[in-house]
């Protein structure tokens, strides 16, 4: 090797080793300061006391504001995997934990989030594309998981939560120097603790890394989903690969167009619940 380029490769482990220590800092600071706890978006957060208020509370549409909110999703889903609860198979889609625990439990879980954010003395700024994105994300990976073996629960639910390491950080006003290194790990390591299952969990630690073989087919749905997603011009910082590589790491042999007509009716059906607050 000839020394520019001996200096050129050096210069490549240095900055590697600089981002691992950059990741490494990160990591280590939020374990310090972070607690589970994930700030529920204003509007749901509203639309939830409106529903609360009415003498009966309509099971379905309870479940379509908590098919809206991350944090009020990763509460049901921490619900329906809680070793305590007793069940024997951990559940990785929202639909299949509202049917486990019944209207009455997932009514006071979603009323307990709620109770949390009126009483917080220190609010958090919810980042501002994050809840869009993973209305768009969840509604996206449904989308594309009618076209794999993936269930659309699941998928549904992968999309809303994906992102939720960043959620965290930002519900305990924690800055990350490094959010795309970090914000995958940091969720994976929650949802851990929640005994969310497997698959769940190393989807949301590689949903932005590169496509190979090691990548499951969950972790190829979010790293896919991210590129339609930023064709709708929901990504906010997050990078993502272009639609056609996502068409290719999906096997898709549709038009693009269809694809994204899809997505954008799932989103509307998904978000009608919102109407009256957006
Ligand atoms: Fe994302
Ligand atoms: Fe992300």
């Known amino acids: 090797m000839y020394v520019p380029e001996v200096f050129a490769t050096l210069r490549d ?121 993973s209305i768009v994300m969840a509604s996206t990976c449904a989308v594309l998981a009618r076209r794999t073996a993936i269930r659309p629960d699941e998928a549904y639910t992968l999309g809303l939560l994906h992102d939720v390491g960043w959620l965290m950080a930002a519900s305990n006003h924690h800055e990350l120097s490094d959010h795309d290194r970090s914000h995958g790990r940091l969720g994976a390591e929650m949802l851990t603790r929640w005994n969310f299952p497997e ?14 073989a090691s990548v499951s087919p969950q972790a190829r749905l979010l790293i896919a989903a991210h590129a339609f997603a930023a064709e709708l011009g929901a990504n906010g910082p997050e990078a993502s690969v272009s639609v056609i590589e996502a068409m290719h790491i999906m096997h898709l042999d549709v038009r693009a167009s269809t694809i994204l007509n899809e997505i954008e009716s799932e989103i509307v059906t998904q978000t009608s619940i919102l109407e009256p607050a957006l």
């Open 13 to 133: 482990i240095a900055a590697t080793c600089r981002t691992v220590h950059s990741v490494k800092r990160d990591l280590k600071g939020a374990k310090k300061v972070l607690r589970d706890r994930l700030a529920v978006h204003p509007k749901s957060s509203d639309m939830v006391l409106e529903l609360l208020q009415k003498p009966t509370t309509g099971r379905g549409d309870m479940l379509a504001l908590v098919q809206t909110d991350p944090a009020l999703a990763a509460a049901v889903m921490r619900a329906a995997n809680s070793v305590h609860l007793g069940y024997a198979r951990q559940i990785g889609g929202i639909r299949q934990a509202n049917v486990m625990l019944g209207e009455t439990l997932v009514s006071g879980l979603v009323a307990g989030r709620v109770a949390d954010r009126i009483f917080d003395k220190k609010p958090m700024d919810y980042p501002e594309w994050l809840w869009p994105h």
């Open 199 to 212: 698959m769940f969990v190393q989807a949301v630690h590689h949903h932005h890394a590169t496509v190979d």
